[in-house]
């Protein structure tokens, strides 16, 4: 019977359509034996630096011009060239049993490479690199999309145009609002706000009410200790005020904990790094770890907080300034919510002009004018002595990539610190902070003198 690393060998040199597409994804480790590797190697180079398929005597030329092999090397080599035939096989089983050996291949390779780490044999990496490269491994497929066609795909995109979006919803109204219900995924959203005003305090309600949705949520905490974001949360699902936590009898609070079970189908993993020790390289490798060990995958993930990560691209304490540093943190932790395929949830502190400012604008925003521009969504929390006398906190819309910004710019929701939570109240009660007439409807600009600009093209046939 036919190796299948012949079978592949033959359609490289002969198939080009099959060629063109899975060269992308043929890693010549992937070949057992060295005379193999060696004719894939040169199919490789030919195709790439002449956009052609070799010949059998081009690729028997381009052997005999190499000098790292042996006279049995050669020879070896040189018998299989004469086997690689054309034939006919059934392109849709080739694709699939390429993409199959490919797989098996790199899994195997995974597999010796991590035990070579296990025995300290690996001077590069320990084994906390391990359950990354058995994920990548086991994540080899074959992608051939290159891009959307505009003019071909169309019916690709109007579908996209009209499928509900898969969303995180809040349990604010007005979030919900801002946001056409809810955090989409794949994006970065921070809150703005000063010290002590309730950062934390928001990731913490906003954690408790997705995970009492049924979801799996991830809190990585760089600030506060893993128990005292797990006792914030306690005072919010368990409906204890936080300063009697502690005074609960333990009966007690294992009912109300086993209740709280009942209620909800999610997890939530709490995940305490040292300040500034942590990026987005570690928080990867975190979520590999979940997935293999307890099979948790997290539906958001929180980061409390943002200016407190380090960055993957530079060294803490180089030359760097602060501008690009947390500019890079911010993108580095958006292409983590990418590649999770997960909303993420941060905040970031504003600068001293803006602490005790009740109208805090995104010029506030501390060290960094980077990160809104990298931020989906940013608001900033304002709390003022009158606020707080009614109980309440007031949210600025300051950018917003999923609504149009100047409806409900500002608005107020309810705050009880003493058990970590929000909750909608009524608009009035904010008084001169809110502005007038916020849930009119954007009226844009007027566009007569676009139009007639518009009007001298013709676009008859669109």
């Known amino acids: 019977m036919e190796k299948i690393e012949i079978t592949i060998l033959k359609n490289l040199l002969y198939n080009e359509d099959y060629t063109r597409k899975v060269i992308p994804f043929i890693n010549l480790d992937y070949f057992d034996l060295r005379t193999e590797k060696i004719i894939c190697e040169e199919i490789i180079d030919f195709v790439t630096q002449y956009g052609k398929l070799p010949t059998q005597e081009i690729l028997q030329i381009e052997i005999s011009n190499r000098e790292d ?26 694709f699939d049993s390429t993409e199959k050996w490919c797989r098996d291949r790199a899994i195997y390779l995974a597999l010796m490479e991590s035990i070579q780490i296990a025995d300290g044999k690996d001077d590069k990496r320990g084994r906390d690199a391990i359950p990354s490269i058995l994920s990548d491994a086991l994540s080899v497929c074959f992608d051939n999309h290159v891009g959307h066609d505009y003019l071909e795909d169309y019916e690709q995109r109007y579908e996209f145009y009209h499928k509900q979006e898969e969303k995180i919803p809040f349990d604010i109204e007005f979030f919900n609002k801002i946001t056409k219900g809810g955090l989409p995924n794949k994006t970065l959203n921070v809150a703005l706000a000063g010290t002590g ?19 799996n949520v991830l809190y990585i905490t760089l600030e506060m200790a893993e128990v005292r974001i797990a006792e914030r949360i306690d005072s919010n699902l368990l409906n204890v005020n936080i300063k009697d936590i502690a005074d609960l009898p333990k009966v007690m609070f294992e009912n109300k904990v086993n209740k709280l079970a009942k209620k909800t189908q999610g997890q939530l993993i709490i995940k305490e790094y040292p300040t ?17 060990k307890k099979s948790f995958r997290p539906d958001i993930i929180f980061i409390d907080y943002l200016n407190i990560c380090a960055s993957s691209r530079y060294r803490q304490g180089g030359n760097v300034n602060s501008y ?4 890079a943190i911010a993108e580095e932790l ?17 600068t001293r002009s ?11 925003t501390s060290e960094s004018f980077g990160l809104p521009a990298t931020a989906d969504l940013m608001f900033a929390l304002i709390s003022t002595e009158e606020l707080e006398e009614l109980g309440q906190i007031m949210v600025k819309q300051l950018k917003n990539r999923y609504n149009d910004i100047s409806i409900n710019k500002r608005f107020v929701v309810g705050i009880d610190r003493a058990k970590m939570r929000l909750y909608d109240c009524e608009q009035s009660k904010g008084g001169d902070l ?10 844009p600009p007027d566009t007569s003198a676009m139009k007639s600009k518009f009007a001298k093209l013709n676009f008859s046939d669109v």
Not at 434 to 443: P, V
């Open 69 to 94: 092999l042996t006279g049995q090397e050669f020879k070896d080599t040189s018998a299989i060239i004469p086997l690689l035939s054309q034939d006919d096989t059934n392109i849709d089983w080739l």
């Open 434 to 443: 809110l502005d007038s007439g916020q849930e009119e409807e954007y009226t």
């Open 276 to 292: 500034a020790s942590a990026h987005s390289g570690h928080f990867k490798a975190l979520l590999n770890e979940l997935a293999l």
């Open 354 to 364: 803006g602490y005790g400012s009740s109208d805090v604008d995104i010029t506030d």
């Open 324 to 327: 690009s540093y947390i500019k």
């Open 197 to 215: 005003v309730g950062k934390s305090l928001f990731m913490c309600h906003m954690a408790s009410s997705v995970l009492l949705q049924g979801k």
């Open 334 to 350: 958006r292409g983590l919510a990418v590649e999770a395929g997960v909303p993420i949830v941060s905040a970031t502190q504003t």
